[in-house]
């Protein structure tokens, strides 16, 4: 079992920066990959960002094209938190964003959401 609690989010004016945090807890040997998704209203939830735990590819990320060179994904050495730091915000960066774990078995683990919203 893997436990992730979210942190960091609020209201920002378009241009800022904001920092996510998630604090991981549990089985953190189990997990294979981490990443934060978003789910605006009325959207499905998206792959936001996701960083590697396996062997051979630890620490490689992966961004979606619309926050390439704005977010930047990351961990502490014992991947006891995770980070999404979050410049040039946009509005339609508004949404609850979810720090999600996967383990070695394809189990996924979610925290319960923190809300960003960028206006003006």
């Known amino acids: 079992q893997v436990q992730l609690v979210e942190s960091g989010g609020g209201l920002v004016q378009p241009g800022g920066s904001l920092s996510l945090s998630c604090a991981v807890s549990g089985s953190i040997s189990s997990i294979v990959a981490m990443g934060w998704y978003r789910q605006a209203p009325g959207k499905e939830r998206e792959l936001v960002a996701r960083?590697?735990?396996?062997?051979?590819?630890?620490?490689?990320?992966y961004y979606r094209d619309s926050v390439k060179d704005r977010f930047t994904i990351s961990t502490d050495n014992g991947w006891k938190i995770m980070s999404l730091q979050m410049n040039n915000l946009k509005p339609e960066d508004t949404a609850i964003y979810y720090c999600n774990a996967r383990d070695w078995r394809a189990i996924n683990y979610w925290g319960q959401g923190t809300q960003v919203t960028v206006s003006s």
């Open positions: 960083i590697s735990r396996e062997l051979y590819t630890r620490g490689t990320t």
